[in-house]
């Protein structure tokens, strides 16, 4: 059974940073695309950076400058700094990553969220 256990979420002031961290367990070959997306209360889940394998990075307009995604294939963990964080930023903010199986088949994973809440 693979998980995506995320971690570093919490309270910050505006104009903080938080690190956002997602490590994989399980057996699982590796992954492809690895992302963040965040929800806020009453909103519809949205993106906010996407990683390749290849190290290929998107952000969504509103965070570019201020969050930078990273990640440590070895370790099959995703990372989100983020700086500069607004009340804007505040929401649970949700791993996702495409693993591949050793049996070559592909499968859509999820964390379970981090809440992360900015204070002005």
């Known amino acids: 059974q693979v998980q995506l256990v995320e971690s570093g979420g919490g309270l910050v002031q505006a104009g903080g940073f938080l690190r956002l961290s997602c490590a994989a367990s399980?057996?699982?070959?590796?992954?492809?695309?690895m992302g963040w997306y965040r929800q806020a209360p009453g909103k519809q889940r949205e993106l906010v950076a996407t990683i390749t394998n290849l190290g290929i990075t998107n952000y969504a307009d509103s965070v570019k400058g201020r969050f930078t995604i990273s990640r440590d294939n070895a370790k099959k963990a995703v990372y989100l700094q983020m700086n500069s964080l607004k009340d804007e930023d505040k929401a649970v903010y949700y791993c996702?990553?495409?693993?591949?199986?050793?049996?070559?088949?592909?499968?859509?994973?999820w964390g379970q969220g981090t809440q992360v809440t900015v204070s002005s």
């Open positions: 399980g057996s699982i070959f590796s992954f492809n695309a």
């Open positions: 996702n990553a495409e693993g591949v199986l050793y049996s070559g088949t592909y499968n859509d994973y």
